[in-house]
């Protein structure tokens, strides 16, 4: 896959992205997902961007591979973590029940809805049996460019209808979250936990 815009935006940002992000208080949210998995669970962090939640999933003793189509977010996110962050676009994903849970915290809204379905297929087919997934979407009906990035908003209607066509999941949860950070207090998220069948 070529660079699209989305992925220039994050390897031209990537510092001040990084900075902006790293520190943010997401515990509340980490631990909901972890409560969900077994002890010695494997993790995949899908997009993980600065590194953050890999950080956190590994000081819990969680297995995580780390992912990010962004290069310079790769290498950020490795010096962060101490691990090697896999540079890897979401249509790459191939592996087939390897993971307990798949943790895609506002990564995978960067996606056109067509190509947020077959990621989506592919991230089922790289859960275990019983699996949990945890993604999020800025929230409202909005799809197209927005600061220089692609995005798929998300409401739970508009979410409830397009995760009815991705067989292997349901959803467990879904909730609506203001924005984490202070001077973005205004945005609200929908956040959804799903599980495979």
Known sequence: MKEDKTISYYNTNAKDFASMTVCI???AMQKKFTDLLPQD???LDFGCGSGRDTKYF???GYQVDAVDGSTAMCRLASEYTGIT???MFFEELAQVEMYDGIWAC???LHLPRRQLADV???MAAALKEKGVIYTSFKYGTFAGERNGRYFTDMTQDTFAAFIAEIDPVTIEEQWVTFDAR???KEEKWLN??????
């Open 25 to 27: 208080d997401f515990h």
């Open 41 to 43: 669970a494997r993790i």
């Open 58 to 60: 590994l000081s819990q």
């Open 85 to 87: 962050v896999k540079h």
């Open 106 to 108: 506002s990564s995978i």
């Open 120 to 122: 989506m297929n592919k």
């Open 182 to 184: 202070p001077e973005r």
């Open 192 to 197: 959804i936990i799903l599980r495979k069948k």
